[in-house]
């Protein structure tokens, strides 16, 4: 049971590149997120989807973009990646999104140069 | 202000002690309440989860809400080194399509 699983692990990345993180859960939770990790600033929400078909902005969405492909799949892209996007990507998924017990991946490291 | 404050720390204390993690909030809407624990270079795990007010007790930990003040907090007793960690609070309201608002986390270290 791999919960959830995001690819890749690792990515260096040069200014004005494009690139997508890969996310997919098999819990068969209705709800998915993408949220950023910086040093000194926590969790922040980029985008999540409450269910298949429909998504919605966070609190930093600006420079990405979301497709919730299935009910499995949720990736987020950097169509013109900026330093300022250099930080550690988080995936979840949760059954609901109203009680909020989500499950987080392992994490993706961007470096943008 | 932002909706949910947490000291960073970090907090450095021997192994045994009792431990203290808290969280104010400003939303009065929020309902469900909930405490991560993080490990260095892997994702969040949920740790406590407890709806509205009150106490919930999982072993040596111990989540307390009071909504009339909007302060959160953990307690962690009997520290153990396995136990040093970030543990960021979180919290939602009861309404379909909100997403949880996570504290900064407060980085805990035992020392053996």
């Known amino acids: 049971n791999a919960g959830v699983t995001q690819t890749p692990k690792f990515q260096v990345l040069k200014t004005g590149q494009s690139m997508t993180l890969q996310c997919a859960q098999d819990?068969?939770?209705?709800?998915m997120y993408w949220y950023r990790q910086d040093p000194g600033m926590g969790l922040r929400l980029i985008y999540y989807?409450?269910?298949?078909?429909?998504?919605d902005k966070g609190e930093v969405p600006n420079g990405y973009n979301v497709s919730r492909l299935n009910k499995r799949e949720f990736s987020l892209r950097l169509e013109s990646a900026a330093p300022s996007q250099t930080s550690v990507y988080f995936c979840?998924?949760?059954?609901?999104?109203?009680?909020?017990?989500?499950?987080f991946g392992e994490g993706s490291r961007l470096t943008v140069l | 202000q932002k909706e949910v404050e947490q000291d960073p720390g970090p907090l450095s204390v021997p192994e045994g002690a009792i431990v203290s993690l808290n969280c104010t909030y400003s939303n009065s809407a929020f309902q469900y309440f909930m405490w991560y624990r993080q490990y260095s270079r892997k994702g969040p795990e949920l740790l406590m989860y407890t709806y509205s007010s009150g106490n919930k007790e999982d072993g040596r930990f111990t989540a307390q809400v009071d909504k009339s003040s909007k302060y959160i907090s953990l307690f962690i007793r009997d520290s153990q080194p396995s136990d040093s960690a970030t543990y960021l609070c979180?919290?939602?309201?009861?309404?379909?399509?909100?997403?949880?608002?996570f504290g900064k986390g407060t980085t805990l270290s035992v020392s053996s």
């Open positions: 979180a919290m939602s309201r009861p309404q379909a399509g909100t997403a949880l608002i």
């Open positions: 979840a998924s949760s059954e609901t999104s109203i009680s909020g017990e989500l499950f």
């Open positions: 819990m068969n939770h209705n709800s």
């Open positions: 989807s409450a269910s298949e078909g429909t998504t």
